[in-house]
């Protein structure tokens, strides 16, 4: 299967710095990934579309100036929370495309708190 | 993209097999059944998914109706790690998954 990981698993940071989150796919090429946000007891939504060369294409109510997302190779999708803020706080999980089965793999997660 | 229902929860004993339902009524032609599973604090892992045809993997065995309004995912033998929250998702044409709540399957000793 496709391995999908993501750096760092666990941050901590105070208000008002950016963090940046890494996703990678291992052992595949990825032209597409994907962002989500799963806050306690909630199911994953969606934040925005990663396309590789290209803008991101962000969900509705998701502010694309303070989640910058950038896809600059076939294996790297990064997020920077800009000027986070603790209700940032929350599990940001990728995943990626695997042509071969067009089918998504996900990530670990990362577990941002903002103090 | 099509809505999924599924039950809030459910459980049943080691070693037996764990049947879990989804509703699909509005789904489209070209439109794939995914399922994924969420342990507590990881990332969803992918397990099966299919079109109009049952699939069976390592890990599980899908059956869609032949109407493709519901289906069923199988883990023929459950055990205690299976416990997670199953998604069963409708898969549009641009890609995208949208997660609804799930269920909660509780595999118990």
């Known amino acids: 299967g496709a391995v999908v990981s993501q750096h760092p698993s666990r941050v901590i940071c105070k208000s008002g710095t950016s963090v940046k989150i890494e996703c990678r796919s291992l052992d595949f090429q990825a032209t597409t990934m994907f962002w989500y946000r799963q806050f306690p007891k909630q199911s994953l939504m969606l934040m925005a579309t990663s396309n590789e060369g290209s803008k991101a294409t962000y969900e509705q109510g998701v502010e694309k100036d303070k989640f910058l997302i950038n896809h600059a190779s076939l294996t790297l999708s990064t997020l920077t929370v800009t000027s986070a803020h603790p209700e940032d706080s929350s599990f940001y999980i990728c995943?990626?495309?695997?042509?071969?089965?067009?089918?998504?793999?996900f990530g670990p997660g990362t577990r941002l708190t903002v103090l | 993209d099509a809505k999924t229902t599924q039950p809030t929860s459910m459980d049943c004993a080691e070693g037996r097999a764990a049947n879990l339902p989804c509703n699909h009524s509005t789904i489209s032609g070209n439109e794939y059944v995914y399922w994924y599973r969420q342990i507590h604090s990881q990332g969803p892992q992918y397990i099966i998914h299919g079109l109009k045809n049952n699939e069976t993997n390592e890990m599980a065995s899908l059956i869609i109706t032949e109407d493709r309004k519901s289906s069923t995912l199988i883990l023929p033998h459950a055990t205690l790690r299976d416990t997670a929250v199953y998604y069963c998702i409708v898969r549009g044409a641009n890609s995208k998954l949208t997660f609804g709540k799930g269920i909660t399957l509780s595999v118990r000793p």
């Open positions: 995943s990626a495309i695997w042509a071969n089965t067009d089918t998504q793999y």
